[in-house]
């Protein structure tokens, strides 16, 4: 943990100009006590940055307390889900997204936390019995809140997934189309987000953050995986993204659009792919180039299907 730690502030402080993926606003600072309060279900996890209110307040008040507990009895147990959940929160303090993947292992450390917190009470309690059942109560219902939270991710993953399932049913009408002996120009015609209007009608489960790839079909999946896919996942093949370069200048080459409900093959209308693109991107339409991929990292043509 402490080298990532170190890798994430290196990081921030060398390419801060370069990339707003770390960010030492001071909202970092409300990040851990969020999280815990998220956990605690005292919160919903915010998806882009978080700040410090009334849940805050009560999450720092309850963490300070485990410490104290874990000091003033010893508890190892309190001690490593405490460690599981603070070392594991700071490689990504200062990341601006609160996203789920970022939240698994200091969830374990709550776990791990909750679970000495519950045993040392327990074993303070002058009626043990009846404290055991308390506990035993409590934890019933911290989880059945969590299979509630864990139904609604598994609503948002089905609409999400829904939608890449379209796109791959008409990439995969298409994969005996998908050119194998030279360069494809890519083109998207259309215009349609899904990813928005998801995230415009909220989650069920916690808030989600959808990375829209602005450039890609529907806003979806990258063209270059996506044609491998469909076209070549039982052959070890793969296509790349090709850098416009004077060596495909005279090469011949095929242009691949996507329009709302299909991919279709277009005529050439330049001497080049280079130049090809440019002519869609003068109109308005994200375009690119992609081709077959070697151990070497460069595009090598495909003599047959």
């Known amino acids: 943990m402490i080298p990532a730690a170190a890798y994430a502030l290196a990081y921030s402080l060398l390419f801060s100009e370069r990339t707003a993926y770390y ?7 409300a990040k851990i006590p969020h999280l815990w309060a998220s956990f605690c279900q005292l919160t919903t996890p915010s998806a882009y940055k978080c700040s410090f209110g009334a849940p805050e307040l009560v999450a720092s008040a309850l963490l300070l307390g485990c410490c104290v507990i ?26 601006p997204f609160v996203s789920t993947r970022y939240t ?27 404290a055991a059942i308390v506990a035993g109560a409590c934890v019933a219902a911290y ?11 598994i609503k948002d993953m089905d609409r999400t997934g829904f939608q890449y399932g ?35 009608q909220g989650s069920f489960g916690v808030p989600k953050i959808y990375f829209q790839r602005d450039l890609t079909p529907y806003g979806l999946a990258d063209w270059a995986p996506l044609f491998s896919f469909v ?15 004077s060596d495909l ?26 130049e090809e693109a440019d002519i869609w991107r003068r109109q308005g339409h994200p375009a690119g ?11 090598t043509d495909a003599p047959t299907n």
């Open 231 to 245: 076209r070549f996942s039982k052959r070890g093949v793969i296509l790349t993204d090709l850098a416009p370069r």
């Open 70 to 95: 874990a000091v003033a009895r010893h508890s190892t147990c309190i001690g490593l889900g405490l460690s599981f959940f603070f070392l594991s929160t700071i490689p990504v303090l200062f990341i």
């Open 166 to 200: 379209v796109l791959l049913a008409e990439a995969e009408t298409f994969a005996d189309q998908i050119p194998i002996d030279r360069p494809i120009v890519w083109v998207r015609l259309e215009r349609r987000n899904p990813l928005f209007h998801l995230r415009a």
């Open 289 to 299: 180039i992609i081709g077959l991929w070697h151990a070497h990292g460069e595009s």
């Open 23 to 29: 960010d030492l606003g001071l909202w970092a600072a």
């Open 143 to 153: 989880f059945s809140l969590g299979v509630r939270v864990l139904g609604g991710d």
């Open 104 to 130: 698994t292992v200091p969830l374990v450390g709550f776990v791990i936390v909750m679970t000495g917190v519950t045993r040392e009470a327990v074993a303070a309690a002058r009626r043990k019995r009846l």
């Open 249 to 274: 200048a005279g090469r011949p080459y095929a242009v691949v659009a996507h329009t709302a409900g299909r991919f279709l093959r277009l005529d050439p209308r330049a001497s080049a792919p280079v």
